[in-house]
Structures are given as structure tokens and as C-alpha cells.
């Protein structure tokens, strides 16, 4: 009998120790090792099986997902061109169902006076997205509308990489609402060298 609970105690604590080793490492975590350039075998050594996988011709998405109901969950997005790693993606969002309360009674307003307001900009940000080719579904959904320049900021935070960034930031530069505000743009880059590329694009001087 005794000789059954040590092998049962035994048992146990191997289970314990093996959740310990499976929840240790969260997608948060495995995402800090993706780079960019690294192959696709590389990226699921790392992060294992997408939840989901979207493709349109040489442009592949990975998407992972975590957490549940009743809880924030988390989205981590990796895009891969020719194979390789071309930007990557993560966001917390409140699963449907939580108990945690309604996002949009404590949600700040982006929109300035002669920029989009918050649905219709809303409506836009999942559009593009959603979308593999965000710039051009960005071209194709801003036609005449104004942003605010804290609202090009969540557009471009879709990108990891200032490259990327970039790239989004030259369709919006002629639908900016607050030019006064296109420092806030510049000063969210990481590197001097795309602060200036912004610069150029948006026509300031430093």
C-alpha cells in the first residue's frame, strides 16, 4: 500500500513538473525570438502550429492565439514573404464573453476635428488588418478620408518593423487630418534613420 502512494506521489509531482515545463514559455516569450529573415522551419521550431494560416500567392500568415473566455487574449500575427520572416504582429484583446466589461465604454477617442470618426476608423483598422496586402487595402479603403495622426499611429503599429512602417506611412501622408501633430509620428520610429525617412516623406525639416 505504501509502496502504491509513493509510486501515485511519484506520478504527481511528474505531472506537475511536465504543466510546469509546457506553460513556462508563453507565445509572448517565443515571440521575442522570431527575426526577421528566419525560414518558416525556423519559425515553427519556435512557435510550433498556427492556429490559423492564411496564403495569397508568395505571402503567408501565421496566426496564434491564447487565452480564453472570461480573459485577454493573445494574438501574435508572423507574415512570411519567399518563405522567410517579413514582419510579425502581437496584441492583447478582450475575448467575446468576458466578464471584464465593455472595451468600447472605456475606449479613448482617436479622431480630431476634420478626421474620420471612431467606427468608420474602426471599420478600416480590421479591414486592413485582416488583410495580407495591408498597404494596398489601406489605398483601397481611405479614398478621401482624413486620419488623425494618432489614428495612423494604430495603422502602423500593424507592422513590427520600421521598414514596414514606413512603407504604411507613405499611402497615409496625404490623408492626415493634424499635421501639427507629425512628430508624434516621427518620434514613434526606432531608429534615427527612419525618423528622417519620415520626415522626408511627411515634407518637414528637422
Not at 529573415?37 to 496566426?63: S, Y
Request: aromatic share 8%; net charge neutral.
Amino acid at each position: 500500500m505504501r509502496r502504491l502512494q509513493q509510486m501515485l506521489f511519484t506520478l504527481a509531482i511528474s505531472m506537475m513538473l511536465g504543466s510546469c515545463v509546457t506553460l513556462g514559455e508563453t507565445t509572448s516569450d517565443k515571440a521575442f525570438k522570431i527575426q526577421r529573415g528566419m525560414t518558416k522551419e525556423e519559425a515553427g521550431r519556435i512557435l510550433g502550429k498556427p492556429n490559423f494560416r492564411r496564403f495569397d500567392g508568395n505571402l503567408e500568415q501565421w496566426e496564434y492565439q491564447s487565452g480564453g473566455l472570461g480573459s485577454y487574449r493573445q494574438y501574435l500575427i508572423v507574415e512570411f514573404k519567399d518563405d522567410v520572416v517579413k514582419s510579425m504582429d502581437s496584441y492583447n484583446e478582450i475575448s467575446k464573453g468576458s466578464s471584464v466589461g465593455n472595451l468600447n465604454s472605456h475606449k479613448v477617442s482617436l479622431s480630431v476635428i476634420g478626421s474620420v470618426d471612431d467606427n468608420e476608423f474602426d471599420e478600416v483598422y480590421h479591414e486592413v488588418k485582416n488583410s495580407v496586402f495591408k498597404e494596398s487595402t489601406l489605398e483601397r479603403s481611405i479614398r478621401d478620408k482624413k486620419f488623425s495622426c494618432a489614428q495612423c499611429l494604430q495603422l502602423m503599429s500593424l507592422y513590427t518593423f520600421d521598414d514596414d512602417k514606413l512603407k504604411m506611412l507613405k499611402v497615409l501622408k496625404g490623408h492626415i487630418a493634424d499635421t501639427m501633430n507629425y512628430d508624434d509620428i516621427v518620434n514613434s520610429l526606432d531608429f534615427i534613420s527612419s525618423k528622417d525617412k519620415a520626415r522626408e516623406i511627411l515634407g518637414i525639416s528637422k
